[in-house]
T-cell receptor, first 111, second 113 residues
């Protein structure tokens, strides 16, 4: 079945450093979404990418969707303590209704 | 505006007991989902309901049943709980299936002893 893997599983950074998490799917995706989950909280939607090669920015966050629509990345510039949490990608395969979540990357930011 | 409401927030069961997790949304969404979250495994889809009156299996449906009671409510039932079902359960909803963002409830922490 479809699998979505994320790397790294954990990342500790000093405040002000950059951070990147990568998402790889075993199958071609029709779209991909990114969510953030604060410790003890629930996932909150960040963004959705639909087009091959698409790049979207939200302030310090940059999201990319690969040309083959099988991978994606989230890059945070100059991390802040408010960025702490687990970041998940979720992919949908064309013709299905199932969002398959990646394994997540847990980010810790050291002040 | 409450969004997605799950009850209970915490539950401890003994092996073999049954229980129902409740979920309600007030956003007039058509689609609803149940996920479980285990450490290191992300969120895995248990069941979903594309629209009122329909339900379908997700990645890990064994040991669970669901009911889409009406457009607002989607319940998850464990008929005979097992320790492997210890997890955090999240209900989510979206306007429709497909490229729509998911809105999650606050979760239910379930422990099966």
């Amino acid at each position: 079945g479809q699998q979505v893997m994320q790397i790294p599983q954990y990342q500790h950074v000093q405040e002000g450093e950059d951070f990147t998490t990568y998402c790889n799917s075993s199958t071609t995706l029709s779209n991909i979404q990114w969510y953030k989950q604060r410790p003890g909280g629930h996932p909150v939607f960040l963004i959705q990418l639909v087009k091959s090669g698409e790049v979207k920015k939200q302030k310090r966050l940059t999201f990319q969707f690969g040309e083959a629509k099988k991978n994606s990345s989230l890059h945070i510039t100059a991390t802040q303590t408010t960025d702490v949490g687990t970041y998940f990608c979720a992919g949908v395969t064309s013709g299905t209704y199932k969002y398959i979540f990646g394994t997540g990357t847990r980010l810790k930011v050291l002040a | 505006n409450a969004g997605v409401t799950q009850t209970p927030k915490f539950q401890v069961l003994k092996t073999g007991q049954s229980m129902t997790l409740q979920c309600a949304q007030d956003m007039n969404h058509n689609s609803m989902y149940w996920y479980r979250q285990d450490p290191g495994m992300g969120l895995r889809l248990i069941y979903y309901s594309a629209s009122e009156g329909t339900t379908d299996k997700g990645e890990v449906p064994n040991g669970y049943n669901v009911s889409r009671l009406n457009k607002r409510e989607f319940s998850l039932r464990l008929e005979s709980a097992a320790p492997s079902q210890t997890s955090v359960y999240f209900c989510a909803s979206s306007w429709a299936v497909g490229p729509e963002k998911l809105f999650f409830g606050s979760g239910t922490q379930l422990s099966v002893l």
